[in-house]
């Protein structure tokens, strides 16, 4: 199929490019910007006008929730929001039941999301069996069934030794190792960061410590065993402050941080909103504005959904006996765009974040760009049209935000996957 | 952000916690109570006031104690009250928080007492009763989890005002596990909200909550530095669980430190009342020579409990 995706408001970021062009796909791949290929006839024409044409975003984090628990959210109710939300690559976080700890499984998992033929699944492996940090998982194997990285999702290793020959193992491939900072013991039994507000609310703390104590950890034992290491899901200033000083020190290290973390503080839990209850717990004002400038400037490399559809019972719940988690794929895009206007960032800069970086950090190079040639995955957005986020409008199963009621801008109007359009208007 | 705990005009719909409960409301309770204390004093001990209405203790968490005066109180103002043990009985068998209530509901309450493990369990079921647009149902909080006990918090306030009437003069100490405790965070924020001007809380750092000070209170970890000249102190309970382990060493430790002697209480000024929500530990947090003595207003406490929580059903049920 030969599309024209004309008048569009081309931007990407990959090449600091933004102009108003016309963009043209042919057998799933971008075909050109600007001129028109020789003998190039459009099957179809998009009119682009006043609509930002982009890569499709690359989300580092979506719990698609099969295998296991169907009943919070299937692959197919998933894969409509990720399309609803512009996003074409989705990382699979190894936290489903049974784990992503064994080839066959990935193996399915690949063929099942191939089979629907949405966005593409790159999913994470575990980096332990069961997640349960005792033995190592076959990461060669899982390489080969379509692993792009090994994470233990948000159940840290409790064991330094374990966690150590683990990155050891997974260096002597180079490997990705995506760790999140959670310190088991110092964040056992917490719900909400251990500051003024779960203090007022009573609910047990979880310490700013509890991230600082595992990054150093971490840090110490990839800068020994040599891992290529991504910290997953920020949540402190003082935990990005680890990270600059590892870079100043020569490692080359990536982190993210979530949409929720990046607009969001301990004080939004408010009475007791179990939409907030996630992990890492949100923190203080303060720490959600040291992430902020630090996705700004990059030494934040990547802006996540952090997707984790919960089914409402697991939410109707006291604050602490709630499941954590929200959901994610369709406030992406808005909430990039959000923050790049409250911080006044280039469209540019800020689409960087959820496209082209993390690209990088998953290794994809087929997509994320606009390169001619590249995988014709894109997002066509209006970013003037406002829309307000309820229940009935998410396509996700999980209807657990914190942003719910709220208005944001940016409407996803086309989502192109390889060259077809898999969410948009009818055919013009 | 609508205040769970008030209706559309600003009274009172439910009772689930001090902070940020405006002052008039919190006088007014108080105000109210004062009769109440004499109701006790008579042969028939029994009023009109919530004749025919079906009154629910809903206990998630065990305690015979406060379950008893919401009992007793309900049954003074004439309430049918129905007792439910819930964490032995349909919780554990998987049943819901919200799916116990709306089975209550169904059976026509008309107030629910809840008490709780986890903090914000009562601000849950009103946010459904809100929801279900079944306003005629009223909640109090009678402990969630380390949040708030507000009964508790205004009778300690009733019975300050009691002792020493004007509350804009008074240094107050609340002594031991801040931490785990409802009881101080509902003090707090009632002493608060009183004006009063001095409110000292004291304790190892291991039993209080990081950022204390941001409620408006001042810390202290030596008790002959917080007790001094103080007007009232408020001792709290320490839990047998946190007695030895990776919070305190020992009890015998923590009494020598932190437990209410004699010797203690002179740092205190001579007329300082002490309090203490119960069930006390002697020997660990206070001494039985000052449990017992001419200092302390412990019984009266409880005395004044039934009178506080008469007076929140009937501003409830009005």
């Known amino acids: 199929m030969k599309i024209k995706i004309s008048n569009g408001r081309v931007i990407d970021p990959a090449n600091a490019s933004d102009s108003v062009q016309d963009l043209f796909v042919a057998d799933g791949k971008i075909a050109a910007i600007g001129q028109v290929p020789a003998d190039f006839t459009p099957e179809r024409t998009i009119d682009a006008h006043g609509l930002i044409v982009c890569p499709g975003l690359i989300d580092l984090a979506a719990r698609l929730r099969e295998p296991g628990f169907e009943y919070r959210a299937t692959l197919e109710s998933e894969m409509d929001a990720a399309m609803a939300g512009g996003v074409t690559s989705l990382a699979i976080p190894p936290d489903t039941d049974p784990p992503l700890d064994e080839p066959g499984l990935v193996e399915m998992l690949c063929h099942r999301a191939k089979k629907l033929n949405r966005a593409h699944v790159y999913p994470v492996g575990a ?19 379509g692993c792009v990285a090994f994470s233990q999702s948000n159940v840290p290793v409790v064991d330094n030794a374990v966690l150590m020959r683990a990155l050891q193992y997974a260096a002597t ?145 006291p604050f602490s006996e709630s499941e954590p988690g929200a959901t994610g794929l369709e406030l992406l895009l808005p909430l990039t765009l959000k923050w790049a206007r409250e911080s006044g960032l280039e469209l540019v800069q800020a689409l960087a974040r959820v496209t082209s970086d993390p690209a990088r950090i998953v290794g994809i190079r087929k997509a994320g760009h606009l390169a001619p040639g590249a995988r014709a995955d894109l997002c066509l957005f209006d970013p003037e049209e406002v829309h307000r986020i309820s229940r009935t409008g998410l396509r996700s199963q999980g209807k657990n935000t914190p942003f719910l009621g709220l208005e944001m801008p940016g409407r996803v109007r086309y989502t192109l996957v390889e060259g077809q359009v898999m969410f948009g208007d009818s055919v013009q | 952000m609508r205040n769970p705990q008030l209706d559309k005009n600003g009274g009172l719909q439910h009772l689930l916690t001090l902070d940020g409960l405006p002052r008039e409301i919190l006088v007014e309770i108080l105000d109210n109570a004062a009769p109440f204390t004499e109701v006790a004093e008579r042969e028939v001990k029994k009023l009109p006031l919530l004749r025919g209405k079906s009154i629910f203790n809903l206990f998630f968490e065990n305690s015979t104690r ?77 402990g969630d989890g380390r949040h708030a006990h507000p009964t508790q918090g205004l009778l300690d306030m009733y019975t ?60 202290f970890h030596d008790m002959r530095e917080g007790l001094r000249d103080v007007d009232v102190i408020m001792m709290l309970r320490l839990q047998n669980e946190r007695m030895n382990g990776a919070l305190l060493p020992t009890p015998q430790e923590f009494y020598k430190v932190w437990g209410l002697t004699g010797e203690k209480l002179e740092y205190a000024r001579p007329d300082a009342i002490v309090m203490h929500p119960g069930p006390m530990n002697r020997g660990v947090e206070i001494d039985s020579a000052v449990a017992d003595g001419a200092q302390a207003v412990i019984l009266p406490q409880v005395t004044f409990g039934i009178a506080v929580r008469m007076a929140v059903m009937s501003m409830l049920a009005s």
């Open chain 1, 127 to 145: 980096l332990t069996i069961g997640l349960k940090g005792e033995r190592l998982s076959e990461m060669a194997e899982l390489v080969d069934s």
């Open chain 2, 160 to 219: 300050i005002r009691h002792y020493k009437g004007d509350f804009t003069k008074l240094s107050v100490a609340i002594v031991g596990d801040v931490l785990h405790s409802r009881v101080a965070r509902s003090q707090i924020c009632a002493l608060v909200t009183l004006g009063v001007p001095e409110i000292r809380v004291i304790g190892p750092k291991t039993l209080l909550p990081t950022e204390i000070e941001k409620m408006g209170v001042r810390v």
């Open chain 1, 173 to 317: 491939f180079d490997f990705r190792v995506w760790l999140q900072p959670l310190a088991p013991f110092l964040s056992r039994g917490g719900f909400a960061h251990d500051g003024e507000v779960a203090s007022r609310l009573g609910l047990p703390g979880i310490p700013t410590a509890a991230e600082t104590v595992a990054l150093y950890t971490y840090l110490q034992l990839a800068k020994v065993t040599g891992a290529r290491l991504h910290i997953t899901r920020l949540s402190s200033a003082e935990g990005l402050g680890l990270i600059e000083q590892a870079r100043s020190e020569g490692m080359d290290i990536t982190c993210d941080v979530s949409i929720n973390h990046l607009h969001l503080c301990d004080r939004d839990i408010g009475y007791f909103d179990a939409n907030c209850h996630l992990v890492p717990p949100l923190r203080s004002e303060r720490d959600r504005d040291a992430l902020r400038r630090g996705l700004i400037d990059g030494r934040i490399n990547a802006l996540c959904s952090d997707h984790t559809p919960v089914d409402d019972d697991g939410k109707l719940a």
């Open chain 2, 66 to 142: 406060t379950r008893t005066t919401f009992e007793i109180a309900a049954k003074r103002l004439s309430a049918d009250v129905v007792n439910l043990n819930v964490s032995t009985s349909s919780t554990a068998k998987g049943e819901s928080l919200l799916d116990t209530i709306d089975n209550l509901c169904a059976m026509q309450a008309d107030m629910f007492v809840v008490r709780h493990a986890a903090s914000g369990a009562p601000f849950l079921i009103a946010r459904h009763l809100y929801e279900q647009g079944r306003d005629d149902i009223h909640v109090i909080n009678a």
